[in-house]
């Protein structure tokens, strides 16, 4: 198993925006806002090597946006960054075997799809990967609510089921995936979020998505002003952080802009912190 951390798009968005009703006083001591009050934000995957298959855990924002909405969302670049990240990692779209969405918000599922052509709706990319998406969050992504239908895109959930790829999980074990990979799922951010638990040699590592899309937010009472139910939230990711904890786990994170991974564990006032951070992943098989 080698593990790498692959940008896609990135963002700038509205600082208080990513940190819901925490002060910016408190927030700007972790990332600096621009003159906007925006901050800058990854769009993060993690791929998995193994011997005989390729797995993506995410696409990122990609680059379906029209300029219109690429600048409405705080899209940074016009390429599809993913793509190229991919290639200078050695990868192309054709080698991809299976891609894990946490859910289908497009700035984690966007990179699916092509990049913009005017007056033309973007097709999938990846012609070989099988798509596992949570059942719940594909029937949210179906029928939105109004607060989060912008989120959403309409058409790609049609693509999806039209590929004949698609599997739709609503247990902890994919036999698509194996043991080694075990689902978590969460309704604090989203209805049906999947953040995936890999098992390797180091120990755990979470895939956080957004229960906890950076290292700001492994603060439990963090949360982003996007989330469903706060304090369910809360409660959900305080849960498995201490699982972590207990067991020498990773969080992988997708939105921090100079952290990829780092180890949880806690302060002298028991805490949740973070330990041995690393900015990127580069084919590494221990942590």
């Known amino acids: 198993m080698?593990?790498?951390?692959?940008?896609?798009?990135?963002?700038?968005?509205?600082?208080?925006?990513?940190?819901?009703?925490?002060?910016?006083?408190?927030?700007?001591?972790?990332?600096?806002?621009?003159?906007?009050?925006?901050?800058?934000?990854?769009c993060r995957c993690l791929l998995i090597q193994e011997e005989?298959?390729?797995?993506?855990?995410?696409?990122?924002?990609?680059?379906?946006?029209?300029?219109?909405?690429?600048?409405?969302?705080?899209?940074?670049?016009?390429?599809?960054?993913?793509?190229?990240s991919?290639?200078?990692?050695?990868?192309?779209?054709?080698?991809?075997d299976i891609i894990v969405l946490s859910h289908l918000h497009f700035d984690h599922a966007g990179g699916l799809l092509e990049k913009y052509q005017e007056n033309t709706e973007s097709d999938l990319l990846f012609p070989n990967a099988q798509y596992v998406v949570s059942k719940k969050a594909m029937e949210r992504a179906q029928k939105p609510h109004p607060?989060?239908?912008?989120?959403?895109?309409?058409?790609?959930?049609?693509?999806?089921?039209?590929?004949?790829?698609?599997?739709?999980?609503?247990?902890?074990?994919?036999?698509?995936?194996?043991?080694?990979?075990r689902f978590h799922y969460s309704n604090g951010h989203t209805v049906g979020l999947l953040c995936t638990e890999i098992q390797t040699q180091n120990g755990p590592i979470l895939f956080g998505a957004d229960l906890i899309p950076g290292s700001a937010w492994v603060h439990a009472p963090i949360t982003m002003g996007y989330d469903r139910f706060p304090e369910l939230l809360i409660d959900e990711k305080s849960k498995i952080?201490?699982?972590?904890?207990?067991?020498?786990?990773?969080?992988?994170?997708?939105?921090?802009?100079?952290?990829?991974?780092?180890?949880?564990?806690?302060?002298?006032?028991?805490?949740?912190?973070?330990?041995?951070?690393?900015?990127?992943?580069?084919?590494?098989?221990?942590?």
């Open 52 to 84: 005989n298959r390729t797995i993506l855990f995410e696409t990122g924002i990609g680059a379906f946006f029209s300029p219109k909405f690429r600048s409405r969302f705080g899209v940074v670049e016009s390429e599809h960054i993913l793509l190229q």
């Open 147 to 181: 607060r989060d239908r912008a989120s959403f895109i309409s058409h790609l959930q049609q693509l999806l089921i039209a590929s004949g790829r698609l599997h739709l999980v609503d247990t902890y074990l994919s036999p698509l995936l194996g043991p080694k990979y």
């Open 2 to 42: 080698k593990l790498y951390s692959i940008l896609g798009n990135s963002q700038k968005l509205d600082g208080g925006a990513m940190f819901g009703n925490a002060p910016k006083a408190l927030w700007k001591r972790w990332i600096t806002p621009d003159d906007q009050n925006r901050i800058n934000l990854s």
């Open 241 to 287: 952080l201490q699982s972590l904890v207990d067991r020498a786990g990773y969080v992988f994170f997708t939105h921090d802009h100079e952290i990829a991974i780092a180890q949880i564990t806690t302060d002298e006032r028991g805490r949740f912190i973070t330990a041995n951070p690393l900015s990127t992943l580069d084919g590494q098989q221990s942590l």
């Open 86 to 96: 991919l290639e200078e990692k050695g990868f192309q779209q054709e080698d991809i």
